[in-house]
């Protein structure tokens, strides 16, 4: 122990006498070097002390926070205790006021039942309403009022009953009027201009001659992308042009949905490109076969009266097949009926041809139109099935767009085929009685050549 203060003190003497040198680099003596020795051992006592106080003083404070601390929690505990209990008490004057409101309000609870749920049908129903278009802010206030009364036991007061009345009533009335009022329609380019709107009743809503439709969910009234055939779009046009005169005018009894389908099925151009390549080729076709078969019918309605002409006349023309055919008769006054008769033969069979002439086309456009539309509807059939087996069977749509799409060519080569089997036909007869007319002069001529020899020969 002894030696620990020795060394101790050897160390401090060292570590003064190294600051003492360190601040004079004069050396001290002894006595000097003690009486700092005994200062800076003063000094050190001085923050010891100083060092104790502060932490008394903080354990002190320490001591009443945790004794502020505590008598908080007590406190807390305390109201917390009060209020369990308050709120036990109050559960129990709830379920006697709810069992006293119950008794008080007998058949009237049921009928506040009611209330809230017609607010909510009533609700859902002027939602998406065309006559909201015209009166809106009606929902709002029913679904403000199904919501209040589901939540809470706030009882609806006599004006909001009223007031449920009058906007059923209300709507009972417009969904029998057709009115006019102006209103922000959304055009189908996006623009938003203010129009004069015609409501027809709950059913439809229609604006120079186009059809719109309100949607509830912006409050907005805009133009259909599409809009149905021209018949409807007129009607709609004649409805709005009307002032007070009965017009026809296509309604639709569901709300839209039956406009929506008719909005959606394809044009008359749009079902002719689903018929792709073939479609366009057949169509091609079918217009050669139809004009050359007009073409040929009024040729053939020329010659034929021509002929009939030259029936009723003494004079023979070469501008007309008849003629020419008789005409023979004068070439060869002096043949015998055989000659003869070979002689018209030849002529008639060299009138044949030109009365025929491009029959043949047509024939064969009537035959090939029907066997292109079942090469479009097998290639069309063909393609869907690879995309029922790359995307299976989950949506029928696919299936029935595809199958749709290729029975397209069918239709078209149908529609060519049947027009031109009928044109091919009268074509024909219009030729085969020409013929017959030709066949029939020529053996007059055969026979009145015959009857003239045999006079002579008596």
Known sequence: MRKLIRNTAVLLVATFAGAAFAQDSKPLDLDALLKQLEQGQYQQNQQNAQREKEF???????????????????????????????????????????????KRLGSLKELFGVLQQVAGDTKNKFYNSTISAQIPGRSEFLDEMAQSMGTSSKLASIEEIERVWFEIQREMTESGKV??????????GGAKVNKEVVRVGPFALVSEGKYLQYEGDTDTVAELIRQPADRYSNSAADLQNSDGELVSFGLDPTGGTILGLLVQAPSLEERIHQGD??????????????????????VLTTVGAKVNAQLKSNTISEGNPLGRVLKVKD????????????????????????????????????????????LGTVTGMIVTFQQITLFGTGDPKIMAGGIS??????????????????????????????????????????????ESQSGTKA
């Open 405 to 450: 799409s290729a029975l397209i060519t069918t239709v078209l080569g149908l529609v060519v085929a049947i027009p031109t089997t009928l044109l091919y036909a009268l074509l024909s007869t219009q030729s085969k009685n020409i013929v017959a007319i030709l066949q029939e002069q020529a053996a007059g001529v055969i026979a009145e050549r015959a």
């Open 56 to 102: 008394v003083q903080k354990r002190a404070e320490q001591d009443q926070m945790l004794r502020d601390a505590t008598s908080q929690r007590n406190s807390a505990l305390n109201t917390s205790e009060k209020l369990e209990t308050s709120f036990e008490e109050n559960e129990f004057k709830l379920a006697d006021l709810n069992e006293a409101l119950d």
């Open 179 to 188: 009115t006019k009022f102006n209103a922000d329609v959304v055009e189908a």
């Open 331 to 374: 070439e060869h006054p002096n043949a015998d009926t055989e000659s003869l008769e070979l002689h018209l033969t030849e002529a008639i069979l060299a009138e044949v041809p030109k009365l025929g002439r491009f029959l043949t086309l047509v024939k064969m456009i009537s035959v090939v139109a029907p066997l292109g539309g079942l």
């Open 277 to 298: 390549l073939v479609g366009y080729i057949i169509i091609a076709v079918g217009a050669v076969g139809i004009l050359v078969a007009f073409w040929r019918f009024i």
